[in-house]
């Protein structure tokens, strides 16, 4: 792919009424879902950026029959808990973490040996997290030496995976989720036990598609999700909300620059989604939650953003993994608020598409702010206005590209952000809309 860079005028205020694509972790999941569920799946508002289209393909690729997607619309002849086949090449999830550990749960159940392969930067992370569990269970699994991609998955027929009480270490919905779509495939109960309340679109579209997930509340607060293996999933229809973690740049956009006023309409409000809407309004943000309903089992808003002036705070470590893939923005945000703000309890973004800490202490330096980055965190001095002119490295992470974007509302020269072909993986009308809302951002 050629090197895309985005040209950032600074400056601008951002007014409107716009829709963002679909969530990426809900498109992943209808696929998957509606996959290995009996009947015909229809789903609409799917994300169609290349991580949820690796997804997609994968499937095909594995005998189900899928069309689309079509304007968000997608059809997905579901084969049953038992009917994949084997794909006759490694299956390529791209840049997505979310497709290789989620799909490793689904193939660790299955009687055909398979391969997960990724990019860059998906071949760097760490999949032991999925590697343990799916191994306690009775799967058999190579990884790369360092437990990284390619993850070579091994058949091992009905019967051989047995149920497990899963304690995670780490608070990570995509770990929960392997474990508990292995345990569709597994003897007896599974249970996934987490040290933080993380996102539940799989709990929820698993019940959804009437495969029973009980989620309960520990006495010490941690949640707990179990299934009994051996049941089947139902066809259903899915209307995807828009993505909250794609609003946030514009979220964050208009709440840092003068005079905006912008209405993101039709976006998730998971609670497990919504610490992004927490913490700016900790911060000081105009943030308005209007036309509150939901879309099959997931609650939607419009979110109604005006300007208005923050402050630095400590960002309660309780909100940390409800607002995991909001950091880059929120780092940004922070570099125009009065004051300090303290990020700490967030090591798990150092093992993102990129190492965000690292990545966004340099970006932020680079652009003169006082950044400075911790084992867990970041420390950030904020309140002025970005002086230098410089050229920003994505380290192929979209959320780095899209950030530092907005980064660009402060700045009083231009910021030049290099390796942007990687907005495609969530969100590939990014360019499109944030012109479309009053900022000056060209693609070279
Ligand atoms: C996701 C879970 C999160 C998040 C990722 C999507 C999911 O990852 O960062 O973008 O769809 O389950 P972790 O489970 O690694 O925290």
Redesign the pocket.
Known sequence: MSNVKFKVQPGGSIKGRIRVPGDK?IS?RSIMLGAIAEGTTTVTGFLEGDDSLATLKAFQDMGVEIEGPEKGNVTIKGVGLKGLKKPSNPLDMGNS??AMRLMAGILAGQDFDCELIGDASLSKRPMKRVTDPLRLMGAEIDTAEGGTPPLKITGTGEGSLKGIDYVLPMA????K?CVLLAGLYAEGTTSALEPAP??DHTERMLNGFGYPVVSEKLDDQRMKASLQGGGKLTARHIDVPSDISSAAFFIAAATVSKGSDLVVEHVGMNPTRVGIIDILKLMGADIQLENFHEVGGEPVADVHVKYAPLKGIHIPEALVALA??EFPVLFVVAATAEGKTVLTGAE?LRV?ESDRIQVMADALQAVGIDATPTEDGMVINGGKQTPQTTEIQSHHDHRISMAMTIAGLNAVSEIVIDDCANVNTSFPTFIELINQVGMTVDVV
């Open positions: 972790s992943h973490g979310t990570s919905a995509q770990v989720s993380t996102r995991i893939d798990e993102k």
